[in-house]
């Protein structure tokens, strides 16, 4: 607006000279046009009334999702919770990050395994993993069928099938020695290792840092798991099943990622409405 009554300010010199040669048809139409477009301009100004209106919507579509997520529960399911109650490992998890930690120690050694719940994305087939409906279906199932036959089968086995890709990062430590690190993916009930990193330095091994990350990346990590030896494989498998680094925690992973991810997103929605709704 400022900017449109300099520009005016500017030409009314210029529009009084050319009124004095040329007849007032020709001058009247610019200077209605220019009326026209500061009328226009005006109106815009008043746009933000319906941001308001759009504002007000978009917290009835937040609350409306908000109400579907907390009727489903966001109770911790059986079979994570009996999980680790038997497991060795302790979990970390806090609440807005993407990140789950997984320590425990073994000897003398300290074991840890970070996941991220975004990995729940690398499942591409929607209809073929259709996670929630499945999860719930099978849960039925699985407890109704366990009623009518009074099997023990544990209801972890039913979701066995349940499984998605999730990347872990498999950091085993020891005080004098610095550590391996794993790359492997959590799938089918199983690790899939693909790369094994020295790391000598324990200081650069503890180091947690995003320079410390970039630093062992750039670490020679052997060749890829799959061109070892038959032999040296299985042998390697055993190694991380005698720490428990197994199936039961290959279902656990992608399993607890579901869940948190559930849980991540009502905490996202509701800090989304917060900052929507704040005047």
Known sequence: MFALRTAAARAMPALAMRAAVLPRVIVAPAFVARAGSVSALRAFSNTPMAWNKA?????????????????????????????????????????????????????????????SVSDINSADDEEELDLEDDLEDNGQQGKESLSASGEDEDEGDDLESLTFPVRCLITITKPSAGSISID???????FIVESISNIKDSALAAASTAEADWEKRGLYSGPPFAELDENLQVEFEKYLEERQIDGDLANFVPNYVF???????????KDLKAFVSAK
């Not at 504002?55 to 999702?65: F, G, P, Q």
């Not at 990140?99 to 003398?108: A, I, P, S, Y």
């Not at 993916?185 to 199983?190: L, Y």
């Open 184 to 190: 492997a993916v959590a799938q089918d009930g199983a």
């Open 259 to 269: 869940h948190k991810d559930q849980v991540e997103y009502t905490h996202w929605l």
């Open 55 to 115: 504002d007000k919507n978009l917290v009835t579509a937040i609350e409306s999702e908000i109400k579907h997520e907390e009727e489903q529960g966001d109770e911790v399911p059986d079979y994570i919770t009996e999980y680790l109650k038997s497991s060795p490992f302790e979990i970390t998890n806090k609440v807005g990050s993407d990140e789950v930690t997984l320590t425990r120690k073994f000897g003398n050694e300290e074991i840890k395994i970070v996941f």
